[in-house]
């Protein structure tokens, strides 16, 4: 079995200051992590995938995520925030394609955290 | 690379009639497609997964008669609401995987289709 916990549902910062989302999981089994990013109305775009090589993955516009294992977590951060960074942001989980169980060959999402950016 | 298109982006039914939305991968051939359904401040449920030239598997809680998904070819698959209703309104969004990211499952999604059923 798998799951996700955003541990955030709002997270609020100014523009320029660090951006922090935090992202637990569970897995039975080796996992591929993966955060998106959804603008309303949108559909999900990838900002970085973690699949067993290096534990810091960098992403997409200055995102960056660490693969802790000890802390099953892999949360997101930015140095810098921008006024389009503005959206919701879902940390995601998935056994590997060939680990079978219940959860093989599927992704599981966290809640997601929406991100305002203040001016 | 790796586009997923989805058609139509917006769709407005009146109760009773039956709508189809096509989900393609424009420049890979995706041997599996998945359908999710988002409700409004609500992260993604997945509905169903297709694989091409097979019956999809719907999870739990999902009405396969209801939720008519058919994956003819490595870049079409398509999902029917059948006799839709009020509560049938929803986003749902696709995914497609290439058979090259099956071991990592790494998905690519399309824009999204929004149904409201009137």
């Known amino acids: 079995a798998q799951s996700v916990t955003q541990l955030d549902s709002h997270v609020s910062v100014s523009e320029g200051t660090p951006v922090l989302l935090r992202c637990n999981y569970s897995s039975s089994y080796s996992p591929s992590l993966f955060w998106y990013v959804q603008h309303p109305n949108k559909g999900l775009q990838l900002l970085l995938k973690y699949t067993s090589a290096a534990t810091l993955v960098k992403g997409i516009n200055g995102f960056e995520a660490e693969f802790k294992k000890s802390e099953t977590s892999f949360h997101l951060t930015k140095p810098s925030a921008h006024m389009s960074d503005a959206a919701e942001y879902f940390c995601?989980?998935?056994?590997?394609?060939?680990?079978?169980?219940?959860?093989?060959?599927?992704?599981?999402f966290g809640q997601g955290t929406i991100l305002t950016v203040h001016p | 690379g790796a586009v997923v298109s989805q058609h139509p982006s917006r769709v407005i039914c009146k109760s009773g009639t039956s709508v189809k939305i096509e989900c393609r991968s424009l420049?890979?051939?995706?041997?599996?497609m998945f359908w999710y359904r988002q409700f409004p401040k609500k992260s993604l449920m997945l509905m169903a997964t297709s694989n091409e030239g097979s019956k999809a598997t719907y999870e739990q809680g999902v009405e396969k008669d209801k939720f008519l998904i058919n994956h003819a070819s490595l870049t079409l698959s398509t999902l029917t609401v059948t006799s839709a209703h009020p509560e049938d309104s929803s986003f749902y969004i696709c995914?497609?995987?290439?058979?090259?990211?099956?071991?990592?499952?790494?998905?690519?999604f399309g824009p999204g289709t929004r149904l409201t059923v009137l």
């Open positions: 995914s497609a995987r290439a058979l090259s990211q099956w071991t990592y499952n790494e998905q690519f």
């Open positions: 995601v989980v998935s056994g590997l394609g060939n680990a079978g169980g219940t959860s093989y060959g599927k992704l599981t």
């Open positions: 420049d890979f051939q995706a041997t599996t």
